[in-house]
């Protein structure tokens, strides 16, 4: 273990007075539960919000609320690269995964695939992912699922605060949902937000809300614990520490369908206190700090889009390059991180519903795909020495003075 200055590769900060705010909300759990939930309904402008413990728990009552307006059908179709927490939900659902190939300027559904995947007869429905922040075309999917008389999910659980023309991302599709978790936009340890316009699926959620149970109160300290511990050990002089204790596989992932469904508690109503103020600083600091890397990694200019970058994704196209960046954000504690190791038809669990079936983008992804972090506590400083750490890495560690030219490694489908 190393002692040196360690950017985690995802955080959202919680200050005291958010602390302060969760332990009270253990004592005044309505209060705090209602003002909340008004809130977020003002914001998204919905008629309908409801709140669970985590987003795979948001994501698996939307689908069986949705199976219970469907009986006859059982297939959820997502892409075949997206975070393993979906396809785990599907399953903890009782309900089959479909996949799609991706376009990797995207990171989401291939468009010209995508209508011959939905063709079988006992598909439910379609997950629209807003993968990092990169908002997927929700009229082509709104339009898509009303040709093929399919629901379609938004999962913004990365793109909390973004918006697509007037409207905010989570509430375009039939239902949506967000994760509160650890690395997100803003968080309050864990939790989910469902929310949808649809008075039929909202009668549905609400009837799945009541089959499980509340957080008893030795969950509930015990998460206040772990918010604690991470609101101390996420800071940059810290994070070293809990990073390089291998048995807590920090930024690890694992496909569990076996997760905890619990409602949301007043203590992580709590913790949301000023939620909306926080969720806004987060953002533009994101989205600084992505102009910032877009210009110092010389990538192609982006479209001017709302959304800022949970993390910004960039494909090297060497695996020699790949292994040197790695290796140096390693040393140096940058934060770069792989993201999801494989496409979900390479899961062990699941990959027996594929048989041969190969998914040759999401494949290259996979492989090629590095994100960097955005979010409050990288620094300037920390962005530079990303920069460098890209310029190294293709230059077999040489170092070159930034921000000097520099060799293009990121192909045409750098995203």
Known sequence: ??????????????????????????????????????????????KYIFLVSSGKAALTIILRALKSLSPEKSRVLIPAYTCFSVPSAITRAGLRVSLCDVDPRTLNFDHDLLENCAQKEDTLCVIATHLFGLPSDMEKMNNFGKRNALFIVEDAAQAMGGKQGEKLLGSLGDVGFFSLGRGKNITCGSGGIIVTDSDNIAREIKHELGRIEDMSLAETLKEFIKVLIMSIFIRPSLYWFPSGLSFLKLGETVYDADFPMRKFSGMQAGLLAGWQRR????????????????????????????????????????????????????????????????????IDEIRDQFKETGFPRASEVAERLRTLPTHQLVSEKDIETICRCFENGQNAFNVQQFPERRKRFLNKWSI
Do not use: C, Q, W
Request: no cysteine; hydrophobic share 40%.
């Open 1 to 46: 273990m190393k002692i040196h200055r360690t950017i985690p590769p995802a955080a959202a900060p919680i200050d005291m007075k958010s602390l302060f705010h969760g332990l009270a909300g253990i004592f005044l759990s309505k209060k705090y539960m209602k003002k909340v939930e008004d809130e977020l309904r003002d914001y998204f402008g919905v």
């Open 279 to 346: 969720l806004e600083e987060s953002n533009e600091v994101r989205a600084r700090n992505v102009s910032y890397l877009t210009a110092g990694l010389n990538l192609p200019r982006r479209p001017l889009t709302p959304v800022p970058y949970l993390r910004l994704p960039v494909l090297v196209e060497s695996r020699e390059t790949r292994e040197n960046v790695d290796a140096l954000s390693l040393r140096k504690g940058l934060g770069i991180s792989r993201m999801y190791p494989a496409p979900i038809n390479r």
